[in-house]
């Protein structure tokens, strides 16, 4: 489970690394649209009707090349989200994984982080209660056994599959 974390936590450290960098570029062209878009206002603010138009003719033609740089780097920004999301998904699941192990481990007064002795205990518990079940099944498959040799040798018959063909129908 450690290294599952580990691998996640690294996971997580780069796309968020990686998404600290591309919010940078998407901000960073989002001011460049916002200073466009506050020159040419400022230039038919201004009164200057033939500088003005040249002035936001060349502005508008700056705006829609940095509109469609901002467009593949959003796209980019939207995956890295999409996929930190994942991450965290997968540590969830990581995590409710273990939830029982980590009731367990609160139970006996061990740190959450080291499992390997609540996992010792639901071992050793797992085999004291199963293992007596399973010399019971043994005991009652040997016993089994022993009525059915009885039985066929009361009977006198070789096997109880031909003592079965011989029984009645059943409903």
């Known amino acids: ?16 690394a990686r998404l600290a960098i591309q919010n ?4 960073q062209l989002d001011r460049r ?21 040249t002035i936001a003719d ?18 980019v920004l939207a995956s ?14 990581a995590e409710a994984d273990v939830g029982p192990l980590r009731y367990l481990a609160e139970l006996i007064d061990a740190p959450p982080t080291d499992l390997e002795r609540p996992v010792r205990l639901l071992t050793l518990a797992l085999v004291a209660v199963l293992d007596p079940m399973a010399v019971a099944l043994l ?22 599959e031909q003592y079965d063909a011989h029984a009645p129908p059943r409903c």
Not at 1 to 16: F, P, Q
Not at 24 to 27: K, L
């Open 24 to 27: 940078q570029t998407v901000a």
């Open 58 to 75: 060349q502005k508008r033609r700056d705006r829609a090349d940095t509109v469609a740089e901002r467009k593949p780097q959003a796209k």
């Open 139 to 160: 005991l009652a498959a040997a016993h089994t056994r022993r009525v059915r040799a009885h039985a066929d040798h009361f009977f006198g018959m070789a096997s109880y």
């Open 33 to 53: 649209i916002a200073q466009i878009d506050a020159a040419v206002e400022q230039s038919t603010r201004v009164g200057r009707p033939a500088g003005a138009v």
């Open 1 to 16: 489970m450690a290294a599952v974390n580990l691998a996640l936590a690294d996971r997580t450290a780069d796309i968020e």
């Open 80 to 93: 890295l989200q999409v996929e930190k999301a994942r991450i965290d998904a997968e540590r969830r699941r």
